[in-house]
C-alpha cells in the first residue's frame, strides 16, 4: 500500500521513464515505514544490501532509459535514488535529502494526475534543494550503464552486514548521512528528529577514499 501511494506524489512521466517512478517508490517506501515505526533501520538496510545489486547493469545493458529489465526498472531506479540522496546530503551537510526533492516537486504542482517531461520534475526538484544533483546524475546513468561500488558505498556510509541484519559503524566517514536518511524531519530542510538508529561493533576497516 505504501508503495503504491509514493506513485501518486510524482508527475506521470513517459513510459521510457518508468525507473524513476518504480525506483522512487522501492527506495522510499521502507525508509517512510522505518520514519514511522513500522519497520526498524535494520530491515530497512538489509533490505538495500540485498536488493541494489539487483539493479546494477549486466552484460549489454544501457542506460536506465534504454534497458527495461524488472531489475534495473526497480533496483535501477532505487540505487539512483539512494546516489543522489547521498550526494543531496553529502553536499548540504544533511540539511537537505532526497525527500526534500521530492516535496519541492509536489509542491509545485508534480503529482499522478500530471503528465511531465522527467527533465521537468528533475528540475523542480533540484531547485527545491539548491542544486543540480538530480539533473546531474540523470544524465550521467540515462544512457550510460553506470555501476558503482557498492561495497565501498556501504563502507563509506558504515553498513555492515551481520548475519541475516545489518550494524551501524558510527566512525564511518558517512554514518551521519545514514542517521540523517533515517531521521523523520520536523520541516523540510529543518531539524532532524530522533532516527531510532543503534550502532553495532564498528569494524577496523580503513575509510574508503
Not at 509545485?108 to 544533483?133: C, F, Q, S
Not at 540515462?142 to 556501504?154: F, G, S
Not at 558510527?170 to 530542510?189: C, D, F, N
Amino acid at each position: 500500500m505504501t508503495h503504491e501511494m509514493v506513485h501518486l506524489a510524482f508527475p506521470s512521466v513517459p513510459e521510457q521513464h518508468h525507473w524513476i517512478e518504480e525506483g522512487i517508490a522501492t527506495y522510499v517506501e521502507p525508509i517512510a515505514r522505518a520514519q514511522v515505526g513500522d519497520l526498524s533501520p535494520e530491515i530497512v538496510w538489509r533490505e538495500l544490501e540485498n536488493g541494489l545489486p539487483k539493479g546494477l547493469p549486466v552484460p549489454r545493458d544501457r542506460g536506465l532509459d534504454n534497458t527495461h529489465t524488472w531489475g534495473r526498472t526497480y533496483w535501477g531506479g532505487a540505487l539512483y535514488c539512494l546516489m543522489a540522496d547521498v550526494e543531496i546530503r553529502r553536499c548540504t551537510k544533511n540539511q537537505y535529502g532526497l525527500q526534500d526533492a521530492l516535496r519541492g516537486i509536489v509542491r509545485g504542482g508534480g503529482n499522478m494526475e500530471h503528465d511531465w517531461p522527467l527533465t521537468r520534475a528533475l528540475k523542480v526538484g533540484d531547485d527545491a534543494i539548491g542544486m543540480p544533483v538530480l539533473m546531474e546524475l540523470y544524465d550521467r546513468m540515462k544512457a550510460n550503464p553506470v555501476r558503482p561500488d557498492l561495497a565501498a558505498t556501504w563502507r563509506e556510509l558504515g553498513v555492515r552486514p551481520s548475519s541475516d541484519s545489518v550494524v551501524f559503524d558510527e566512525a564511518a566517514p558517512q554514518a551521519s548521512i545514514v542517521r540523517s536518511i533515517m531521521a523523520r524531519r520536523s520541516s523540510p530542510g529543518g531539524a532532524c528528529l530522533k532516527s531510532g538508529l543503534h550502532s553495532g561493533s564498528p569494524a577496523n576497516a580503513a575509510p574508503v577514499r
